[in-house]
């Protein structure tokens, strides 16, 4: 069955460090990956996606994610935190059929000046 | 567009009471999904519909839990009778076709006290 595994539930750094977000995927099919955003009370927001096209994926607010095949991973990272990143961050794999997002536990990013 | 909307945006009910969430997809949209986000499951998909069909509701927890979709610009989450521990956020998700991201709305929070 499709799964992503995001490690470590909470994650600090200070503003201007890297961020760096993990998430691991099983997958039996070639899998179409994401990642969303969510703000305290909002709705989830998508970041960026890999869709087979290139493995290296650029996204919204200076954030990337490298597809890498061999390590069964897809994470999520940023050069230089802002303290409006903090957030909690999804990782989500399509299902077998392609018809259904099945998302990780989140990781809660917090940020501090 | 304006979104994925969902009504209401906070829902606070006794128990034994009979609880709708309803949704309005994006226009276009050929896939509308329901979650329930808490705690201690994360984002948990309860059901998906593709062109208004009833595709997977292997995720709905209980019979007292049933979703519609009437037509392609509507749909409804129904719980009855509610229990304390269906208190969560209930989002509603569409996407316009397979292996693509889905899109969120605000999500409703309901309270069953």
């Known amino acids: 069955a499709q799964s992503v595994t995001q490690l470590g539930s909470h994650v600090s750094v200070s503003e201007g460090a890297l961020v760096l977000l993990r998430c691991n995927y099983s997958?039996?099919?070639?899998?179409?990956l994401f990642w969303y955003v969510q703000y305290p009370n909002q709705g989830l927001q998508l970041l960026l996606k890999?869709?087979?096209?290139?493995?290296l994926v650029k996204g919204i607010n200076g954030f990337e994610a490298e597809f890498k095949k061999s390590e069964t991973s897809f994470h999520l990272t940023k050069p230089s935190a802002h303290m409006s990143d903090a957030a909690e961050y999804f990782c989500?794999?399509?299902?077998?059929?392609?018809?259904?997002?099945?998302f990780g536990k989140g990781t809660t990013l917090s940020v501090s000046s | 567009d304006a979104g994925v909307i969902q009504s209401p945006r906070h829902e606070v009910t006794e128990m034994g009471q009979e609880v709708t969430l309803r949704c309005k997809p994006i226009?276009?949209?050929?896939?509308l999904f329901w979650y329930r986000q808490t705690m201690m499951r994360g984002l948990e998909l309860l059901i998906y519909?593709?062109?208004?069909?009833?595709?997977?509701d292997s995720g709905m927890p209980e019979d007292r839990f049933s979703a519609k979709m009437p037509n392609a610009s509507f749909s409804t989450l129904k719980i009855q009778p509610s229990e304390p521990r269906d208190s969560a956020v209930y989002f509603c998700?569409?996407?316009?076709?397979?292996?693509?991201?889905?899109?969120f709305g605000q999500g409703t929070r309901l309270t069953v006290v």
């Open positions: 998700a569409s996407s316009p076709r397979q292996n693509t991201e889905a899109f």
């Open positions: 997958s039996s099919v070639p899998p179409y």
């Open positions: 890999y869709t087979s096209a290139a493995t």
């Open positions: 989500a794999v399509s299902n077998k059929a392609g018809t259904a997002l099945i």
């Open positions: 226009s276009g949209h050929d896939y």
């Open positions: 519909f593709n062109n208004n069909v009833p595709i997977d």
